[in-house]
């Protein structure tokens, strides 16, 4: 099975608002080659805990072949109702999430967010891109509802 990481973040601007997320899929291969893959999206109108929620959910579906998975994020949210917490709202997208993660072996782990974690930053930065290409795509009315 192989091992992957995924740093995943999720940006709003506003709550609700317009937001981004991003993954980085990092596998190093048997020659110790270190390879690389980094997905964003982003949403017109949506709240952050739904964007770090959307980032762990499209890393876990990027993989393609069950893996040992160390996925890093600086949502104890997302930590909590993927590993059996107590939801409140965001059930759709944490039944996705829990059943994508039961395709893999994952181990979740938290890190502590605007600290200098390369990869972490380094998502953090893309979700806040992706959410300010969002907000300059609303129309004048989704401006207007902020």
Known sequence: MKAVSLFTDGSCQGNPGPGGWAVLIVF??????RHER???G???????NRMELTAA??????????CQVQLHTDSTYVITV???GRVRTND???ARLRAAAASHQVTWLHVSGHTGHPENERVNRAA???????RA??????AHQR
């Open 28 to 33: 190093v291969d048997a020659r110790g080659t």
């Open 42 to 48: 982003s949403v017109p109108r949506t709240t952050n």
């Open 38 to 40: 980094l997905l964003t």
């Open 82 to 84: 993927a590993t059996g």
């Open 137 to 142: 795509q609303s129309t004048p009315s989704e």
């Open 57 to 66: 959910l499209e890393g876990l579906l990027a993989l393609k072949e069950p």
């Open 92 to 94: 759709d997208l944490v």
């Open 128 to 134: 806040q891109r992706a959410a300010a290409a969002a």
